[in-house]
Each structure stands twice: as C-alpha cells, then as structure tokens.
C-alpha cells in the first residue's frame, strides 16, 4: 500500500517555528513519515532533533538536502545525531539544490552534480554501514572517520527531475523523490527509472512525491501555493514541463528575469491544481490516487498552512479519509 507522508513547508508568509506545529499535527494523525528540509530558517538536523522531542513516534526523513554542501562524515554525524537523540527511524534525502544556493550561499562546486552525487552515495553508505571511511572518488573523497554509531540499512533518497540524477538515482537510491510534477511525469519516470535499475541489475528504487495540498483554498492560499511554484518556472526541466502544460508565455517571461513576485501573481489557479491537489476532499483524494495509479510508492503531502495554521484541518481531514 502506498506511504502517505507530510512534508513540513517553510512558507515564507508564515512563522519559523509552525513547521514543529506541522510535525505535531503529523504525528497526532498517525502519517507514515513526516519529511524535513531546510532553507533559511532551521539547520535540518537540528529541527529534527526538535521535531523528535515535541512528537510521539513517526518517522523522520531528512532533507532533500543538498548533497555538495556537506560531505559524507558531516552526513553521517547529523543523521546518526538524530536517530540515537530521537530513537526515530530515520532516512535521508539529498538533491543536487542549484547554483544560486549551492556556490552562491556556500561556496561549494555545484558542476558534475550527477556524479558528485553518485560518489556521496557510494561515500556515505560505507560510513553509515560502520566501515572506516576510505573513498578516493573524481569528486569525493574520504579517509579514516568511523562513525561510533553507525546506522546501516539508513534509506537514502535522492531528488530527481533530469536524465542524468535520475539515473544515479535509478542506479543508487532506495527512493527517488519528485517534486511539483503531474502524475503522468510519474509514470514517465516510473518506466525510465525500472529501466535502469534493470539494466544495473538491481532492485528498482521506490518513488516519493511531494505534493501540495489545500482544501478549499481561499485568495490567500492560492496566492501562497503560486509563490512557491514561481520558483520553478525557470529551471530546467520544469520549466519544459509547465510549457507543455500550456503555460509556455509564463517560463518565457521567468527565464527573461521576471521577478518572482511578478511571476506569483500571474500563476493562474490551473498551473497550482495540475501540480497539486487543491480543492475538495474528494478532489484531493482522487489526486493522490492518479499518483499512486502512476507509480508513486509515497506519496508526501505539503499543506497550504496560509488560512489553515500548521495544515492541522486538512492533515485531520487526510487521515481520516485514509482510514475509511
């Protein structure tokens, strides 16, 4: 039966800390995981580490995090961290992030991003599986750490959207997470994904989908749910996909410089719903069926928390719906 997660937003509108009030819903309506990343707010470990004082029991996955930014030991510490402080299941995501965040704020290399993140995969696994750390990659290297609590069997989940990540996810990943897709790019990336890992002559890895929840959203939260989306108008991939979509005029205007806010407010409510489950009760489930029908093995919700404070409404309502 396909996981239904929560994902803790960082909505830029709300307050810091309501992503523990997020975690706290998640947990009090028994969701099969709750997800946490991190932009400029919290260090994602440490809000985990929060998030595993303030909840009861539900697993924990940490990220996507980018995978340059740290290096395999600093990984492995920060998930060994929480998962002996918190005694949760913990799992790891990491993603290739982008330019702007990775050089720009850290000053990391964000080039060879498919392979960089092939080598912290290879890095990383032989750390948490307790081994004294020894890789001499291209780009990752490592030499004599052993982690004093090792976690072997950690799922490690690697965000994909181009041909190059997915098949190192394909080839290296207990799950591939996508991000504010349609179902059909699911099932596209399903076969792609079965395919590769086939030829590798390995197990296929599963399928996470962050998706974006809100029932019967008012202005405020179409606004909120078009300002997140404006972000990924540009880059590439999405930028082909939501021209496909029929909304080709408005990555033109966002690859030619528009300012996000520009952008946000030209987001028709169409865009939002064909990447989302925004409406309904009903429409909400039936959405997150088309993504289970199309491959998705997990499929975690983000919820608009705009005029429903820390989603605990639809988070309620999700639950309940899964229980019937």
């Known amino acids: 039966m396909t996981e239904l997660g929560v994902v803790t937003p960082f909505w830029l509108d709300r307050p810091d800390t309501e992503a523990l009030e997020v975690a706290v819903e998640a947990d009090r309506n028994g969701f099969d995981a709750l997800w946490i990343g991190e932009m400029v707010t919290f260090d994602a470990f440490a809000l985990a580490t929060a998030v595993g004082a303030r909840t009861g029991s539900i697993p924990l996955r940490i990220g996507p995090l980018a995978a340059t930014v740290r290096g395999p030991v600093a990984l492995a510490l920060g998930l060994s961290s929480v998962a002996t402080l918190t005694g949760r299941d913990v799992g790891l995501a990491l993603g290739a992030s982008s330019p702007p965040i990775v050089s720009g704020w850290h000053d990391r290399p964000w080039d060879h991003a498919a392979g960089r993140m092939r080598e912290c995969v290879r890095a990383l696994r032989g750390i948490l599986d307790g ?7 291209r780009y990752v290297r490592t030499r004599g750490f052993r982690l004093r609590s090792p976690r072997p069997g950690t799922r490690i989940s690697i965000a994909a959207f181009g041909p190059a990540m997915t ?20 099932a596209r990336t399903r076969e792609i994904v079965d395919t590769h890992a086939r030829d590798a002559d390995r197990p296929p890895p599963r399928i996470a989908v962050w998706l974006p929840v809100a029932h019967d959203p008012g202005a405020a939260t179409l606004r909120q749910l078009a300002g997140q989306l404006a972000v990924y108008l540009r880059p590439p991939g999405y930028g082909e996909m939501f021209s496909q979509l029929g909304h080709g005029a408005l990555v033109e205007r966002a690859r030619a410089g528009a300012p996000r806010s520009e952008l946000a407010a030209a987001v028709p409510a169409e865009l939002v719903a064909a990447v989302g489950a925004v409406g309904s009760m009903t429409r909400i489930a039936g959405r997150i069926a088309e993504y289970r029908r199309a491959g998705a093995d997990h499929v975690a919700v983000v919820p608009a928390t705009a005029e429903d404070p820390a989603g605990a409404k639809v988070l309620a309502e999700l639950a309940m719906e899964a229980r019937s």
């Open 131 to 137: 081994e004294r750390g020894v890789f001499e990659g």
């Open 167 to 186: 098949r190192v996810a394909a080839e290296e990943a207990d799950e591939l997470v996508l991000n504010l897709v349609t179902a059909e790019h699911v």
